[in-house]
């Protein structure tokens, strides 16, 4: 039987602590919703949904796979309207199309990735990626990191490119994971980290790391590995009740998370 592994991603170090800026939008709450009782059935049903956030940021990552696995589209006077139906943007709510519709025609205008040389990209619905197995002395747990793009810069570094979309800062911290799994991955390869978004058209600087911080940055990671899962064992098996390791935070946010259908507190932060 194959042994079971803590696990840790961006994803959960962001669910445990936020952003930088984003303080008062955090709502351990939603962390309770998303890995705890992701089985309940109205809490399924609302995480078997994407977002508008959630979607359009996957179509933008789909625009640019497109567009450079057939490099025509970039040539051609259609190319805009032959991504959007390759995406079948006409399914989509007006706020998702009207969003990757101005993707679509941003790339168009300004690809930014012609004339590089791409050593992996992916189009976004790949699923979960393969888990990278971390050894923290005798601690053992598996890190996904999924990747977006993958450059060869000139000097032959290989530069992690993270698509973005919204208005949100860049946070460093994804970067620094990445460059985490890399250290794995590619042990003997100089490696960066960058973000670009694809409505903003911003692009980050390069983003370095040394073994000094990754390691620092893998502890943080192990601390959230075992956090979580500590969490995971209170709540299942009843030792602490669910809403004392995840306190709400009913505020301005409530109107925009997506468990306010189902939260007894979201009312509190929209009236």
């Excluded at 977006?148 to 810069?153: H, Q």
Aim: with cysteine; charged share 25%.
């Amino acid at each position: 039987m194959k042994k079971y592994l803590d696990f840790v991603s961006y994803n959960l170090w962001s669910l445990f602590s936020p952003p930088v800026g984003m303080e008062n939008f955090h709502c351990h709450r939603k962390r309770g919703y998303t890995k705890v009782r992701k089985k309940e059935p109205q809490v399924q049903a609302i995480l078997s949904q994407n977002t508008p956030s959630q979607q359009i940021g996957l179509l933008a990552q789909a625009v640019v796979y497109e567009f450079h696995h057939n490099h025509e589209l970039l040539n051609s006077p259609n190319g805009t309207e032959e991504v959007a139906k390759i995406l079948n943007l006409e399914r989509e709510i007006d706020e998702v199309r009207q969003r990757v519709t101005q993707i679509i025609n941003n790339y168009y205008s300004n690809p930014v990735l012609v004339g590089k040389n791409i050593h992996k990209i992916m189009r976004g619905d790949e699923g979960f990626p393969q888990p990278i197995l971390i050894h923290h002395g005798n601690y053992q747990f598996n890190l996904f990191a999924a990747m977006d793009c993958i450059i060869i810069e000139p000097d032959g570094r290989y530069n992690i490119l993270d698509f973005k979309t919204g208005t949100s800062d860049f946070d460093r911290r994804q970067a620094l994971v990445y460059l985490l799994a890399a250290r794995y991955l590619y042990p003997n390869q100089k490696v960066v980290a960058s973000f670009y978004n694809l409505e903003t058209q911003q692009e980050s600087e390069f983003i370095e790391a040394g073994d000094i911080q990754l390691d620092a940055v893998e502890a943080e990671l192990v601390k959230i590995a075992k956090k979580h899962q500590e969490e995971l064992y209170k709540v299942r098996r009843k030792l602490v009740k669910f809403e004392d390791i995840y306190p709400e935070s009913p505020g301005i946010q409530c109107k925009a998370c997506d468990f306010n259908s189902i939260c007894e507190f979201a009312r509190l932060g929209v009236s």
